[in-house]
């Protein structure tokens, strides 16, 4: 049933003057012996009418017709409405301070709760009354009561409202540390509503600022989380502790939450504020995860410049991803590549075997060219050691583990060697990796005379031979005239400069210009008389079922 509307059909009389504010037609109304007792469709009586109209002069005829009749007017004057709403609390609620300290007088109820559970006090509060505040403060009213649903108590709604003369008053009287049914604090309100100078009045007053809700979360992590730059700052000035754990879950620390939600201001003072062991150290999570998994790009350049690891920690046991690149490449999925991939790729990112299927197992050689850009593959008499060293024009050349990783998911995706094929071996892959076994009996005819043409064909081993002697037989292979004969004095000699100045060096065309040959050399020399591999289409699964496929099903076919 709805109590909010007053039907006039059910207003008497005499609540009606009470409404309009007409003392001398109320008092006429009472002398000809209307009663004051009678309710509306809301349960109103004349005494609620007069109180929320804020008009003192009819509450005072009605209290004093009340006292002169046989009912209490004591129980009147706390009578209340089918919302359990009280005459006083009408009046705070609106601001009428006069009519207020009249009812107080009269003995009105200060804490009288309505059926909502709020109260005279809690109302003024919330409808930023000051002087009502002030005034039933000063008469003993109940400051650290809960109220609402919500477990709040009156500071927790001052602060909230941003009423700062009202949180002045209440400071002095109410608990600091009362929790709503979240254990937040009204500290924790103010950080969380970017209520700076309640902030500050809280914080002087000597409340808490590492105060932690239900679910460890703390001011300084909800104002990270909110943008709130001034809470932010006035925190840390005043000790808030930007290491404490802030979730049940995982370490999650304020940095993680500025770092999500892109507040960029905010991530450059934790910066300076936060353990570093967030970045690397194992059972941490780098804030970098944040950053990519809510595509902030912006903050994942700014973490990495200010000296983030791309590679941060595995985190497959807090978050189920092992590192930044490949939660990258997740969110990436089928799409071209995104800035945080690029960015990952670019500052050093190890690449791990699930990363090299999101650049090999598709059509698509976006991401392939991208690490291609920043990586160096190097040749196999270079791999002394498993790190990464730098490199001339800015790459880094790939660790064993990354080009053993790289061979095996590449010997698994034979499907898309079309794609894969001439990009690798025109940056410095050393064919003779992908002579397997494997490799011959699944390649298709024109990937596998493809790879053929960047060695010399006539030193095959016998196993392999016999193999494309078998392909051939059965008409699975269809191989170029010349693999018949001996390669010829050109073509090793081509071959041999490929392995004195290495394939990357020698794809560029600034380094093939220096060389003591006719320009019509050139390009033989670059190997681009030899047609490339075309990709024969179909309809291949989602990427990421291919890598779950990958996953459960794949052998390392090679290790260097």
């Excluded at 090999?360 to 990464?388: F, G, M, V």
Aim: charged share 20%.
């Amino acid at each position: 049933m709805d109590f909010t509307e007053c039907y006039g059909d059910t207003m008497s009389s005499v609540a009606a003057a009470a409404r309009s504010g007409c003392r001398r037609r109320l008092r006429r109304l009472i002398q000809r012996g209307y009663s004051v007792d009678c309710r509306d469709n809301r349960g109103w009586k004349a005494l609620h009418e007069a109180a929320a109209a804020g008009s003192k002069g009819c509450v005072q005829e009605i209290l004093s017709a009340v006292r002169g009749s046989s009912s209490g007017s004591f129980a009147y004057v706390n009578s209340l409405t089918h919302e359990g709403e009280s005459a006083c609390y009408l009046a705070a609620q609106r601001g009428h301070l006069e009519v207020v300290r009249f009812l107080l007088r009269a003995h009105a109820d200060i804490n009288q709760l309505t059926n909502d559970l709020s109260c005279p006090l809690y109302e003024a509060v919330n409808n930023g009354h000051t002087d009502v505040v002030e005034l039933l403060v000063s008469e003993g009213a109940e400051v650290n009561r809960m109220h609402t649903e919500s477990c709040w108590t009156c500071l927790h709604q001052a602060v909230y409202k941003g009423h700062s003369e009202i949180v002045h008053i209440l400071v002095n009287k109410c608990n600091l540390e009362a929790v709503d049914d979240h254990g937040i604090t009204p500290l924790f309100v103010a950080a969380q509503y970017g209520q700076r100078e309640c902030l500050e009045i809280l914080v002087n007053a000597g409340a808490n600022v590492n105060t932690q809700a239900a679910d460890l979360a703390t001011p300084l992590l909800i104002a990270s989380q909110e943008g709130h730059q001034g809470c932010v700052d006035f925190l840390l000035d005043h000790g808030a502790d930007p290491n404490l754990a802030c979730s049940h879950e995982w370490p999650q620390f304020p940095i993680h939450a500025a770092a999500e939600f892109g507040h960029i201001g905010i991530l450059r003072r934790l910066i300076a504020d936060t353990d570093r062991a967030c970045d690397r150290d194992e059972g941490m999570v780098s804030p970098l995860y944040m950053a990519i998994h809510s595509n902030q790009s912006h903050i994942v350049k700014m973490l990495l410049r200010e000296g983030y690891s791309p590679d941060a920690q595995d985190c497959s046991h807090t978050l189920g991803i092992h590192s930044p690149l490949s939660l990258a490449l997740c969110h990436t999925s089928e799409k071209p590549y995104s800035e945080s991939v690029k960015l990952l790729i670019a500052a050093g990112a190890s690449l791990s075997e699930e990363d090299w299927m999101y650049a090999l197992a598709t059509d698509e050689t976006d991401l392939l060219q991208l690490i291609l850009k920043h990586r160096w593959i190097p040749r196999p008499e270079a791999l002394t050691s498993d790190h990464s060293v730098p490199q001339h024009d800015g790459k880094t050349e790939l660790t064993l583990k990354e080009l053993n990783e790289l061979l095996c998911v590449a010997l698994n995706q034979i499907h898309f060697a079309g794609c894969w094929l001439p990009l690798l071996l025109k940056a410095g892959l050393e064919p003779s990796l992908l002579l397997q076994p494997h490799m011959l009996e699944e390649a298709d005819s024109e990937v596998l005379n493809y790879l053929l043409e960047f060695v010399n064909w006539s030193t095959v081993a016998p196993l392999l031979k016999h193999i494309l002697d078998h392909r051939r037989v059965e008409k699975t292979w269809d191989p170029r005239p010349c693999f018949d004969s001996i390669p010829c004095l050109s073509h090793i000699c081509r071959l041999q400069v490929r392995t004195l100045l290495g394939p990357d060096l020698l794809m560029r065309t600034s380094v093939v210009q220096q060389l003591p040959v006719p320009i019509p050399l050139q390009e033989f020399l670059q190997f681009r008389d030899i047609s490339e591999a075309s990709y024969t289409h179909t309809p291949p699964s989602p990427i990421l079922d291919r890598i779950e496929e990958y996953r459960n099903t794949h052998q390392h076919r090679h290790v260097l």
